[in-house]
């Protein structure tokens, strides 16, 4: 019945139900065009929180942190009244603040020293009142680190003003490196400044020469040589100092040092300031910078005029002090630095029984030891060839006059001297001392056999040489002063010797001008005996006579009462 009614509807007024079913589809589009739109908003403002987010955390990635000042929306209606403030993440970390991104500008400036606080909220100052950029390092307080501040305003492209930005960047560690090379270069300046100081004070010419050979660096005295010629005019030019023959001194020898890698020297004659000097001129080559293929040079111009005449008059007084040693009765000979016989006199010849014929060819100090030995005029070793060795050795290891004794198997024996030759080689001596030797052992055996005598006597004897130390005691005298024999093996003097025999003078009251009296009486010539009282115990009687050779000898008898 129901879809009756609703056919007859329909054909009681058919225009009706067409409207209505028009509207219907009308409204049905605008509601799916209104969706679609809603959609398409919902899509747009998805991608525009992306790309927000997007930008956020690119900023929040940066190794710089940063503080913001936003400012209020100027072309709409914004509900934001005042300047907002945000401090970002990076920055929190970077200067550890407690309050995180919630911290304040003011805040933020507690962190930097009195002045520098000052200078920065100048800085901010201008930046928010008329957009001034700023650029500056600053010092936090704790931790020690150095920031650079940067402030810029951000501006739309309508003009509006979005934000001032501070950017903070840590710079520590660029400030360090920077410092530590501004250090080194300085230490570098100072260091070139000395090496020039260095060059310029050397008290001789010095230069160096390219690859081309070319002089391209030298020294103030370099410049001695060309009067009126600036440092600029000398190596614009490759100007050389000059010999007497009007030629360059050592361009040929740095061409030659050049050429075999290895330094060269020669000696030349220049006229300076009207006079004329002897110089010794050095070339000397080196790699630059490690490279085989480049090689430059350094020379020096050293003056050897003095020593020129040195050697000269040295020639003339070693001419002369050969002749006198020729004339003289001890045996000597010169053999040069190749160890060839350079001099001898009639007395080395006679003494190794040598002819004058085969001495004058300069035989080699090895020949002339050979000839010895088949003479049987050197010492009985066991083993010939590493004694010559040794002695041909000698010549590089003697730098100063070393004396030694030659037992001969005739029973000579020599005394032999070797001197350094200023030219070069050794000068010998050689003396015969046997008879010396001889004579020296009968006096010592005599000197044993007399400290034997005064050793096995009862008396106590004590000598004193005539320096005035202890020379000889008995054990009778330890016996007697009951003294350590310790005490008296550093030679101690008569004073120190009686202070030692104190402990038997103990009832004295003046023990100081007792011990006086005693070394006066021993010291007095004309004294023959005194008698001491020990204790009054007993008596010592003392006798002190003076010997040959200067020596006091001091006898000790005991008397029993």
């Keep these: 019945m129901t879809k009756d009614l609703l056919f007859d509807m329909f054909y009681a007024a058919p225009e009706l139900w067409y409207g209505l079913a028009a ?54 209606d914004d509900p934001r009244k005042i300047i907002l403030e945000h401090c970002s993440r990076r920055l929190a970390v970077m200067m550890n603040l407690s309050l995180g991104t919630k911290t304040k500008f003011d805040d933020i400036l507690q962190n930097f020293y009195k002045d520098d606080i000052k200078k920065l909220q100048k800085y901010v100052e201008l930046l928010k009142a008329d957009g001034v950029s700023f650029e500056d390092d600053f010092l936090l307080k704790s931790p020690n680190k150095r920031l650079r501040l940067s402030g810029m305003r951000i501006n739309g492209i309508d003009g509006n003003i979005y934000c001032d930005m501070i950017w903070f960047r840590d710079i520590s560690l660029e400030s360090q490196v920077i410092f530590e090379l501004e250090s080194e270069k300085t230490n570098w300046f100072k260091q070139i400044i000395q090496l020039e100081d260095l060059i310029n004070n050397i008290p001789y010419p ?36 000059q010999d007497i023959k009007g030629e360059n001194i050592s361009k040929n020898l740095a061409l030659l040092a050049h050429s075999v890698n290895k330094s060269k020297n020669q000696t030349v004659t220049v006229i300076k300031n009207g006079e004329r000097k002897v110089f010794n001129v050095i070339e000397t080559p080196f790699n630059v910078d490690e490279r085989l293929d480049k090689i430059y040079t350094v020379g020096a111009l050293i003056d050897i005029t003095e020593l020129d005449d040195f050697k000269q008059n040295l020639k003339i007084h070693q001419n002369a002090h050969l002749e006198i040693m020729g004339k003289l009765g001890t045996a000597f000979a010169v053999f040069d630095q190749k160890q060839n016989l350079a001099f001898y006199n ?183 005996t005194f008698i001491l009282n020990r204790n009054e115990e007993d008596q010592v009687e003392v006798m002190s006579k003076n010997l040959s050779d200067g020596s006091t000898m001091i006898t000790y008898k005991l008397i029993d009462f």
């Design 23 to 76: 509207v219907f589809f009308i409204l049905l589009g605008g509601l799916i065009y209104y969706w679609f739109l809603y959609l398409k908003s919902r899509q747009k403002n998805y991608f525009l929180n992306r790309d927000r987010e997007r930008y956020a955390e690119t900023l929040y990635a940066s190794k710089d942190g940063y503080f913001a000042f936003i400012y209020p929306d100027e072309k709409i």
């Design 206 to 241: 010095v230069w160096m020469r390219n690859d081309k050979l070319d002089i391209f660096q030298i020294n103030n005295k370099y410049l001695d040589f060309f009067e009126n010629k600036s440092r600029e005019d000398v190596l614009s030019n490759h100007l050389e100092i």
């Design 346 to 528: 009639k007395a080395f010849s006679m003494l190794w029984k040598l002819e004058d014929n085969w001495l004058d060819q300069q035989p080699d100090y090895s020949a002339f030891l050979d000839v010895l030995r088949d003479k049987r005029l050197l010492p009985e070793v066991p083993d010939y060839l590493s004694f010559k060795s040794g002695e041909q050795k000698d010549f590089a290891n003697i730098f100063e006059a070393k004396e030694d004794l030659l037992h001969l198997p005739n029973e000579q024996t020599i005394r032999r001297v070797r001197i350094p030759h200023p030219m070069g080689g050794l000068v010998f001596a050689y003396e015969d001392v046997s008879d010396k030797l001889a004579t020296r052992r009968a006096y010592n055996s005599l000197l044993s056999v007399q400290k034997e005598i005064l050793e096995n006597l009862f008396d106590a004897v004590i000598i004193f040489s005539p320096d005035g130390k202890l020379a000889f005691y008995n054990q009778a005298y330890l016996k007697l002063w009951k003294i350590a024999e310790l005490a008296l093996q550093n030679e101690p003097t008569l004073n120190e010797v009686i202070e030692m025999q104190k402990k038997f003078f103990v009832k004295v009251d003046d023990w100081k001008t007792l011990k006086n009296d005693i070394i006066a009486h021993i010291e007095n010539l004309t004294t023959k």
